[in-house]
């Protein structure tokens, strides 16, 4: 989508896609995803061993060599996520809908149990695994990794995303197997 102040790093047949709430302020002026010092997203890749290395932002790019790719629920940097508008989060996840429906990735993870509520209208979600798909994929709520969420640390984190390689195993398919 033109104007977008970061790009969609997406791909067919993804095993996980990983869902910002939205870009920082510094995210936007690098042109990469979870480029603030002190965000947690690339330790947390790399220690659930979803990634072989540790990436740093301005490898995003990366991401679908391992299966992995990244985009945001609201287009608008910001400096916190509660700067952003139900409205605006309600859009974005129509539009999430439409790219997951368009890429089908096997998994669909939702950093941030607010911005999920309130773009999805699903005001009684918990994190993990939920009920409903969204475009398609199988969908996940996990915590949001910026340094100001203190209520997890790095090791719940990994702990957490590691567990959204297991959904995507279990409904890749096999060909033949059908």
Known sequence: MPGKPLRDVVAPGLDVLFCGINPSLLSAARGHHFARPGNRFWPALHLAGLTPRLLTPDQDGELPRFGLGVTN???????????????????????????????????????????????????KAALGRQPESVGGAVTWVVPNPSGLNAHYQLPDLARLYRQLRTPAEETRVVPGSR
């Open 73 to 123: 629920l609201a287009d608008r940097p910001t400096r916190t996520a509660a700067e952003l508008t139900r409205p605006e989060l309600q859009q974005g996840a129509v539009a999430l809908a439409a790219l997951v429906a368009r890429h089908r990735p096997r998994v669909l993870a939702v950093l941030g149990i607010t911005a999920y509520r309130l773009g999805f209208d699903r005001p």
